[in-house]
């Protein structure tokens, strides 16, 4: 077999590996950025760090969004988005109060699992409205995000739930630590090792970056695309309503308003962690980062003097940075990509 | 690596048909591959071939004949079907996943797994190194398949089909983006796949690469199968008598027009990357045809004329005013028109009336008091319609169920009733049945006849040759001849085409 | 027009409508949502107590004059694909910009035209992120609704501005004469004609359509696609700061939080309508019907007793057969004829190059 001459692109080693850096340099910059948030917040006020609740918060606060993010962040790969799981998870932590109050002798796992499922069941009906009737994911999970609220409000009535109302076990679980790391964070991070090996090193995972990067081709290739969107939404009911029970857990009281807004922070934590809104792009770990790095900003707001009732404002302005951002960064890499190839001619 | 163990040949087609509603795209669609065989498949625009490929892919379904592999009956209803049992075909514009890598295009939904479901990256990896050195590529499979050259993107492609060990692989004109040397490295691949045994399937408009590449050809023309030949039995001539099946001359009635002052003057225009120091002169009464292979630029000149696109030097000038750059509404005022390559993302709005398309461009001409009606619309462009003779029930009839020629008639409808002063078209008669062609032609050489100038970019020499006063020839984004109607042939404009400048190329006056 | 000869003189004369005049009139989708309103509201009017009386249609129509006026702008955002989740954010910025303003003793029509204004500047960051910066509108209103919203509560906190001008709050809820129609129709008809001339019956409102269905062949036709969806969305903004005026004078308060969640409102009222939310296709008079069908279920529930919540559950469900609904038809139509398959351009339509 001749080697024939190589006309375009030799390997360009050292831009490959400039590209790479690129990839990782996203969860890395936002990985500086919270250092950079706490080292500031941390100066100002000690205590924001190196108080037991300040340090607590540091871990715990992040955690339940983490989740939600995490979710949001496989749909979002494929292209969909997933407005309802703010609502989804305030049904799920309701559910988990109810079931604690009307069925008291059911063990605290079997508790967890039923929400789960639960939520997941929520994300099946996103899920096949979307992939089945082809309507845009924004619509359908736009429609169920009020509906699935209307539930809630409707269910919850003038009621709440109190912690008084949940066993004692349940609630440990958000206080408890293992080596002064909150259990809920580690419960979380688990979840997310889970759910990044999944996308990183499955087909069904790999698959999901196929058909967000380009639906059309995904389609032309045979790829079951039915499936995995079903998947990625039935995946982030489940995180959401997951991420319900251990809201349960950890704040005890419970409103019909729960989770409310939780959708727009997903998506922010996601988007500024890496993941593209047009899908293909992006990771879990970015997400989670980001989800860390917005509740961080939120805590540090206060101490920094800033009101915190500017955090919806902080959110937004992170939001259009990190996609406008992006858009720039995409756009010189490509022209990059298109000059070298035309200088190797 | 299998090799074919029967006599049969690798694919045999016998009498597909198929159709579209009315349209009849494949009569009889007939065509036996052997293995070991670079088969091309050649005929003009409208022949049929995209058709037969489509349905040998399983993207389409046949209505008739029948299809055989390996000797055996298939029916493929879908693409993953035909990929499974190995055809491959490899488009003109391969669709990749961007913002994947080179590795994970080519190996997604099938990545070699390891225990658990987990992706073996390594193997994956080992396994493209080799495929890319099996073909003679230096790609570095960790890039994201975005930003590369078309040529790659087949490479990669290709790569893709060996590794499924396809058999049959077609190749639906996969030169027309490529340069010299890409071509070069495509026909090492597909000798040394053929030698493998593969059967590869070769379709082009270029018959050096054709002749000088292929074993067999199979001619095809308006959607019936033609003859098959092995190339060493045949020549050029014959095979373009074979496509056309008349006298070349008579298709084309080229009216006498007086020529005038004129109108569209473009001097060193240059959008870097693109196309290189434009110049020529379109007079009054002239058609100027814009020759070249696909690829060459032409459109996009044409599009930077017009202003849908930018452009980084040079003038463009009607009537002796400049034009500005980059607004079509600039152009329009000047007088322009351009009637685009792609009928259907480009020239119409498919979901819209007829009406609404015709009166699209004299908006302003219509409105009273700055409103404007449906019945306006539909009365200002019924006379075009009726002028031109659009095949549609009613006015307000969706374009996208008209027929090519029809659709084609629309978008000349609905700038003509702007009464340019120049006429820049952009491929006429691509994907038309041979009777709107003809009639396409007729009103192209009333309309220089009338005065309006005329800029026709075409890919089909014939027509090129048949049409225009002088010949504009583009390749690799700049002009490498303008050859006038008498001295023009298919021989000196193919080889501007395929060759640099030579010295005797004059820049038009 | 000039001569085009061809070689038979006869001119083949085309029909000028494909469809019969009563078909083209009420076989649409906003006959069908105009006959449900039609429909539902004969029935409230029997079942439920009060539904019939003037009161009713009063607070139906103050109530709905927001979601009215925004959803004229939307319509057209929607039909050239894009999409405005910012709405209810600059609402309630707005009303915080006027109770802020009002507070500093800011006279208030001079406070009415900086809150347009400010609506005008939102709407034009929208627009330059989307048409400028190429970013696509759901990613930018995601952001803005949250930028938007934060900064209505950051300027407010928790607190409410509650001291409004008299004159200013009783002209907000004014009646003409004794009819119980609420005078800020007046308003919304004023703003309702402007947008059905401009969207169905101007080159601009063409344009906007052929965006919807094709961009490129827009493009090539001499649209200026970026410049009109810029227009639209400064339009989009202007109109949310001047319901957001309304709004504050109307409940007397101003606050962070206000007119949360209205986008869906707005958004369900739009689709309902019979706008598709992929482009190209729709029209105003059914979109008022889909604004006033919401208010109308709104109004009976209320009536009838129900919680505000289910009335949020049934616009949620609503939103969302409006949708499924299309995609209904179309697989429907596409079962019966194979039409909307060669429409689409999609791999079963006619070839190109053979």
Same mark, same amino acid.
């Given at each position: ?345 | ?57 399983? =993207? ?90 078309? #040529? ?228 200002? #462009? ?128 | ?302 009536? #009838? ?12 469900? =609503? ?36």
């Amino acid at each position: 077999m001749s080697t024939a001459q190589v006309m375009s692109t030799e390997p360009q080693n050292g831009f490959v590996r400039g590209l790479r850096k690129l990839a990782s340099a996203r969860e890395a910059s936002i990985l500086l950025a919270l250092a950079i948030v706490v080292l500031i917040a941390t100066l100002r006020n000690s205590n924001f760090l190196f108080s037991p609740d300040g340090y607590r918060d540091l871990w715990l606060t992040p955690s339940l969004l983490l989740l939600v993010a995490v979710g949001q962040a496989v749909v979002l790969i494929t292209r969909n988005v997933d407005l309802s799981v703010g609502s989804v998870l305030g049904l799920s932590a309701y559910l988990t109060g109810r079931l604690f109050i009307d069925m008291p002798g059911l063990p605290v796992i079997v508790v967890m699992l039923i929400a789960v499922v639960f939520g997941a069941l929520l994300g099946f009906v996103n899920g096949a409205l979307v992939a089945f009737a082809r309507v845009p994911a924004l619509v359908i999970t736009l429609g169920t995000m009020y509906a699935y609220r209307g539930i809630n409000v409707l269910w919850t009535g003038s009621d709440r739930i109190n912690a008084s109302d949940m066993p004692k076990e349940f609630l440990g679980l958000g206080t408890a630590q293992i080596f002064t790391i909150p259990v809920l964070t580690i419960i979380s991070v688990v979840v997310l090792i889970a759910v990044a090996w999944w996308l990183r090193n499955t087909r069904a995972g790999r698959e999901n970056y196929a058909i967000g990067s380009d639906p059309a081709a995904a389609e032309l290739y045979g790829l079951p695309v039915t499936r995995r969107v079903l998947t990625a939404f039935v995946l982030s009911g489940a995180l959401a309503g997951f991420a319900g029970v251990l809201y349960a857990a950890r704040y005890g009281t419970i409103n019909s308003q729960a989770g409310f807004g939780w959708e727009l922070d997903a998506v922010g934590a996601a988007v500024i962690g890496g993941v593209a809104i047009f899908g293909g792009v992006g990771t879990v770990w970015g997400a989670a980062i980001g989800a860390f790095l917005l509740m961080t900003i939120n805590r540090a707001l206060p101490v920094v003097g800033v009101p915190d009732f500017w955090q919806r404002a902080v959110v937004g302005v992170l939001i259009i940075g990190a996609i406008v951002l992006d858009r720039v960064l995409s756009l010189r890499q490509h022209r990059k990509l298109i000059e070298e190839r035309e200088v190797a001619q | 690596m299998k090799r074919s163990q029967t006599h049969a040949p690798a694919l045999e087609l016998r009498g597909v048909a198929k159709a579209f509603g009315q349209v009849v795209a494949l009569r009889d669609g007939q065509l036996t591959l052997q293995p070991g065989s670079i088969h091309a498949l050649v005929g003009e625009n409208g022949a049929g071939k995209s058709t037969v490929v489509k349905i040998i892919a399983g =993207l389409y379904r046949r209505d008739a004949g029948e299809i055989r592999l390996n000797g055996e009956l298939v029916d493929f209803t879908s693409t993953a079907e035909a990929k499974q049992a190995g055809i491959a075909v490899i488009y003109q514009e391969p669709t990749l996943f961007p913002d994947l890598s080179v590795t994970e295009n080519i190996f997604m939904g099938r990545q070699p797994v390891g225990t658990f479901g987990r992706i073996d990256r390594s193997r994956m990896r080992s396994e493209v190194e080799s495929l890319f050195s099996q073909l003679g590529v230096a790609m570095d499979p960790d890039r994201t398949a975005d930003g590369l050259s078309i #040529a790659d993107q087949q490479m990669i492609e290709i790569a893709k089909a060996v590794s499924l060990d396809a058999q049959v692989l077609i190749m639906d004109e996969p030169t027309a983006a490529l340069s010299g040397v890409e071509v070069e490295r495509l026909f090492a691949v597909a000798r040394s796949l053929r030698d493998e045994g593969r059967a590869l399937v070769f379709i082009s408009h270029r018959f050096d690469e054709v002749f000088d590449l292929c074993d067999t050809i199979t001619v095809m023309r308006d959607g019936s199968y033609v003859s098959t030949t092995a190339t060493a039995d045949t020549n050029p001539e014959k095979i373009v008598a074979e496509m056309v099946g008349r006298e070349i001359t008579e298709l084309f009635p080229k009216l006498e027009a007086e020529i005038g002052a004129p109108l569209l003057e473009v001097e060193g225009l240059t959008s870097p990357g693109i196309f290189n120091d434009i110049s020529f002169t379109v007079r009054a009464g002239e058609i100027v045809g814009l020759a070249g292979l696909v690829g060459a630029g032409r459109s996009e000149v044409a599009r930077a004329i017009f202003g849908v696109d930018g452009y980084r030097t040079g003038t463009v000038k009607v009537d002796g005013k400049r034009v500005a750059p980059g607004k079509p509404t600039a152009a329009m005022r000047a007088g322009l028109a351009l009637v685009p390559e792609d009928r259907r993302k480009q020239g119409l709005v498919l979901e819209e009336s007829v009406a609404r398309n015709t009166a699209a461009a004299i908006l302003d001409s219509i409105s009273k008091l700055g409103l404007i009606t449906t019945g306006a619309e539909n009365r200002a #462009a019924r006379p075009w319609s009726e002028q031109l003779e659009v095949k549609a029930n009613a006015m307000t009839t969706l374009v996208g169920t008209l027929s090519g020629g029809n659709q084609q008639k629309v978008v000349l409808a609905k700038w003509l009733a702007t009464n340019p002063k120049v006429l820049i078209i952009d491929e006429p008669t691509r994907g038309i049945d041979v009777g709107t062609k003809s009639e396409v032609h007729r009103l192209l050489s009333t309309l220089a006849q009338q005065g309006m100038g005329v800029l026709m970019i075409s890919s089909e020499l014939p027509e090129v040759l048949g049409m225009a006063d002088r010949v504009v020839v583009m390749r690799e984004g700049r002009i490498t001849a303008t050859i006038d109607r008498e001295q023009a042939t298919q021989e000196n404009v193919m080889h501007a085409a395929t060759h640099g400048a030579n010295e005797e190329t004059e820049h038009a006056a | 027009m000039s001569a085009v000869a061809t070689q038979t003189s006869s001119l083949r004369p085309i029909a000028e409508y494909d469809r019969p005049l009563w078909q083209r009139l009420f076989a649409t989708r906003e006959m069908a949502i105009i006959g449900l309103l039609v429909v539902v509201v004969i029935v409230a009017t029997a079942i439920v107590p009060n539904f019939g009386s003037k009161i009713t249609l009063t607070y139906l129509l103050m109530d709905m004059f927001p979601v009215l006026i925004m959803a004229l702008p939307m319509t057209a955002i929607i039909v050239t694909g894009e999409i405005d989740l910012s709405v209810a954010s600059v609402v309630g910025f707005a009303s915080v910009l006027t109770g802020v303003l009002t507070q500093a003793g800011v006279p208030f029509g001079l406070t009415i035209i900086l809150a347009i204004a400010a609506g005008l500047i939102a709407g034009f960051i929208n627009g330059i992120l989307v048409t400028a910066v190429g970013l696509p509108s759901l990613a930018v209103t995601i952001g803005t609704l949250a930028l938007y919203r934060g900064l209505a509560i950051g300027l407010l906190g928790t607190t409410a501005v509650t001291d409004f001008p008299q004159f200013w709050t009783d002209l907000a809820k004014a009646k003409l004469g004794s009819s119980g129609i609420p005078a800020s129709v007046l308003i919304f008809v004023v703003l309702a004609v402007v947008f059905i001339l401009m969207l169905h019956f101007t080159k601009f409102g063409r344009g906007i359509y052929s965006i919807g269905l094709s961009p490129e062949a827009a493009r090539f036709s001499g649209v200026n696609v970026e410049r009109t969806k810029l227009v639209l969305f400064v339009l989009s903004g202007a109109v949310a700061a001047l319901a957001g005026v309304y709004y504050t004078l109307r409940y007397g308060s101003a606050r962070g939080d206000n007119a949360t969640g209205m986008e869906m409102q707005v958004i369900a009222a739009v689709l309902l309508g019979g706008v598709s939310i992929f482009g190209g296709r729709g029209a105003l008079h059914g979109v008022i019907a889909g604004v006033l069908l919401i208010g109308v279920l709104g109004s009976a529930l209320r009536l #009838a007793n129900v919680g505000a919540d289910v009335i949020n559950i049934i616009t949620g469900v =609503l939103l969302i057969l409006a949708v499924i609904s299309s995609s209904v038809f179309a697989a429907v139509r596409e079962k019966a004829g194979g039409r909307k398959r060669r429409l689409a351009g999609m791999p079963a339509a006619k070839p190109e190059n053979s």
